[in-house]
Structures are given as structure tokens and as C-alpha cells.
DNA sequence: CCAATTCTGGAACAAACAGTCAAGAAAGGA
DNA sequence: TCCTTTCTTGACTGTTTGTTCCAGAATTGG
């Protein structure tokens, strides 16, 4: 058994994610991976296990950053209402690179358990940080009253989605921007 | 050359179209092809060339297809903006079934010339289509007038991408419906 | 400095892959 | 009937896949 230093796998797992996020899971081979992770065939297997378990670790640790990520957005500013946006800037911002959560539930929808168990828990915690943030935007008259703040949050995941499946087919910054300001609208009180 | 009848050709690319839609390319093999369009595997490469031409041609016709049926919609009522509704109901009542188009984009970002071209083909005709309802819904005072009509264009598209990767992701048909709701909300006159 | 551990490189594996070949069945027309 | 074209079938090729095995280099700890 020949496991890799806890360093160095942190950088390695990050690379891996890197070739997965830009190529899909069938669309990444094991050559792809040691070149890109820097470490050798063996090492891969005798840590990771095998690609599956090394992709759905990928998977794992994106979610868990982008999640981490969304939320401290979320929480910046004093005004909910802000952080919200600021949230949906981010996304914007960072659009150029394919987003490996998008990717893995287009590749393999509800197939593998395993995956769909991840997802849903990230979904679960951003659900639970945003709840409280979008039930404070409410309050101070930033966010419709109408809209049930779990309504709400689908919709904010759903427009990140297509933000992101638009840039990937090619839109530019200011398209970008305006799908997140036309989002941000649907929510304004009227 | 041994080209299959035209008649079965349509229904054989229908059948390739669907495994395509479901398994993306990377993940569908030529078996699964063969075995789900009901011909040899002679008769595949001898009328559709390679699996690339094939995937391609099937890319082709269901964004062809998407295209026409969303343009019906748009048109489908005297109010423009009863026919973004229209448009937006089907994708939802649809949503079970994996999109191509968003598959393919999010498989293949702009990597391949050949069918970033046949996506901008498809972008371009529904865009022409739907500028002049959008045109007519905000003459009637039914969208708002402050946005213009290809962002507003970018944004139901954009809306429709996200709609449906909620629904591989596993939402039912009340998130997805409560999505359009609020997508066609953002554009509402204030 | 030695010995155990950890990692690398290359070779090897069976399975699956895309694509080709050739022989024959089916069908259609004369 | 016979001949030509159209299609199916199954075997075959070379490559690539994921994974394992093994010998040796590097690193580590005592």
C-alpha cells in the first residue's frame, strides 16, 4: 500500500478536479489524470481507489467549496439583499471555468446514488445558510414577500445553472450579468 | 455503399437521437447505438459515416426540432405574451426527458467547431422568431419595456437551461413549475 | 548509515472501444 | 428465372480503456 503524502494529495485531488470539470467523467481517461496530478499510476489507485471513487471525491470537495463559497457570499454584507447579489456576481465573475456540479448532474442525471447523495447535501446546507438570509432580505423589504424563501432559493440555483450552461455555450461577460441582474428582478417587491 | 431506406433512416436517427440524449457521447457506445436504431452496425457506418457524424446530425435535428416546437408556442395565442407562457409551460411539462442540447453544450463547451455552429444556428433562428413577439408583448404592455429583447431572449433561454437541469437533478414538476413562474415574473412590468 | 516505507515508471492484462471486411440473405426489376 | 442492388450478420483489427503487477528509485525515521 503506497498512500501519498496528506499534502499532496489535497494538490492532486484539485488537479483531478480540474480534468474532470473541463472534460466530464467518460471524457477523462487515467492518462489524462497521473499527467495532470503529477504522481504516478499505482499512487492514484492505491489512494483514491479507483476513478469513480477519485470522481465522486472530486465531486465531493467542489460542491463543498462552492457551497462554503455561495454562503460566505451570502453572509458579506450587512444587507441580505447584498449578499445575494454578491453571491450571483461571484458566479458571474468566475463563469469561465465549467462548472463540475452542473456537469456531473447533466452527465449522469439521477443514475448513480452515490452522486445524488452528494448533491443533495450541498443543496442542503446552501438551503439552510440561505433560508435565513433571504427570510431577513423579506423583512427588510429588499425581497418580495410573496415568494416562499425555499421557492426562492430553487430559483437563485436554477438561474446560477443557466448562467453557467450559458457561458459555457459561449456567452459573453455582459450577457452574463444582465441573466444575473434579470434574476435578481424576478425576486424585487413590486 | 449500403445506405438504409429513407423512411427508417428518420427513425433509426430518432433512436440514436434518444440514447444520445440520455448517455451523452462520450457514455454511449456503438452497441448501445446499433441495438436501440435496430439496424447492423454496416448500415450505421455506411449511412451516417462515424459515430461523430452521427451524434452530430442528431444534435442537428433536435435542436431543429426544440427550435420549431418553441417558435409554435410563441405563436400559438393572439397575445405574445400567452405564447412565452405557452413556451415555457411545455419545457416544464417536458422537462422528464434530458435535453441534447444542453448536453451537448455542457459536454463539449466550445471545443468542437462543428457543433458550436449548429447550436448558433439554432440560437439564431429562435432568437429572430422570438424578437418579434417579445417586440409585441412589450407593445401591449405585458413586458416590460425597459429591457430589451435579446436580453430578454438570453434570459428565457437561460431560464429554460436551468429549468431543466433542475429536473435531472430530481425536481418535481412544482419547482419547475414555480421556476417559469418566477423567470416570466423578472419580466413583468413594474 | 541502514532499513523500512513510500512513490515512480514501465510492462502487462483483459475488456471495451470505434471502425472495417467479406460473405450471404432479402428484395426488386427484367 | 437470374442478376443486381440493398441490407444484415458476425467475425475481425488495431487502439484505448481501467486496472494490476513488479522492480527499482526516492524518501523517511532511527
Known sequence: MARIKEFDRDKALDSALGVFR????DGTSTEML???MKIGR??????FG?????Y???????????TEAHIRELRSSGRAIDGISAMMNRVVAQADRACLGVNSICEFGQSRPDLTEVHLAADHRLRHAARECISQAQDAGDL????SPDAVIDFLIA???GIRIAARGGA?????????RLALRALMPR
Do not use: C, M, N
Not at 465522486?56 to 462552492?66: G, H, I, N, Q, T
Open 22 to 25: 473541463e472534460h466530464g467523467f
Open 34 to 36: 497521473v499527467t495532470a
Open 42 to 47: 499505482q499512487s492514484l489507485y492505491d489512494t
Open 50 to 54: 479507483d476513478k469513480w471513487a477519485l
Open 56 to 66: 465522486r471525491l472530486a465531486v465531493e470537495r467542489y460542491a463543498s467549496a462552492e
Open 144 to 147: 418580495d414577500q410573496s415568494v
Open 159 to 161: 438561474s446560477i445553472a
Open 172 to 180: 459573453g461577460p455582459e450577457v452574463l450579468q444582465s441573466l444575473a
